[in-house]
């Protein structure tokens, strides 16, 4: 008797994780990541750090000495909204590029100094994406309000 309990109980253990395994494949694991590895643009790709948790939105860049060549923060938000970013502890001059949930760029603030501190910049519009990448870049890139950004997962 103990062995037949055991055994229907082992069974539908079994059956159970098979179901839901079988529910995981025909919808769908989500593996990816919330937020993109890399962004392609125009004419190059942009290598991203993410900037996800309360920890790593407070440091930022601040305290690096630099940024490597094509290579930005990307800070991710919940949800669209008119963040505000200062210069604190940084050491190089960089551009701020706001995002929208897809990607667009909804405003650039360019060649922001270390020497603007505590100067807060905000966009004009609301953004769920804030990349900051080393000065000049989006002039570099020809970047533009309106132009779409591509998210490589």
């Given at each position: 008797m103990f062995l037949k309990t055991?055994?229907?109980l082992l069974g539908a253990v079994a059956l159970f994780l098979f179901a839901g395994g079988a529910?995981?494949?025909?919808?769908?694991?989500?593996?990816?990541?919330?937020?993109?590895?890399r962004l392609a643009i125009q004419d190059a790709?942009?290598?991203l750090i993410p900037a996800v948790t309360a920890a790593e939105?407070?440091?930022?860049?601040?305290?690096?000495a630099e940024l490597p060549e094509n290579h930005g923060m990307l800070f991710?938000?919940?949800?669209?909204?008119?963040y505000g970013f200062w210069m604190k502890d940084m050491r190089f001059p960089i551009d701020i590029i706001?995002?929208?949930?897809?990607?667009?760029i909804v405003d650039i603030t360019p060649h922001i100094s270390p020497d603007s501190f505590p100067k807060v910049?905000?966009?004009?519009?609301?953004?769920?994406?804030?990349?900051?990448?080393?000065?000049?870049?989006a002039e570099?890139?020809?970047?533009?309000?309106?132009?779409?950004?591509?998210?490589i997962y």
């Open positions: 055991n055994f229907i529910v995981l494949f025909i919808f769908g694991w989500k593996s990816r990541a919330p937020y993109p590895a790709f942009i290598e939105k407070m440091r930022g860049l601040s305290g690096r991710v938000y919940n949800r669209p909204g008119r706001w995002l929208s949930k897809g990607f667009t910049f905000r966009p004009k519009e609301p953004a769920q994406y804030v990349l900051e990448v080393n000065a000049d870049f570099k890139h020809h970047l533009s309000i309106g132009d779409s950004l591509k998210p």
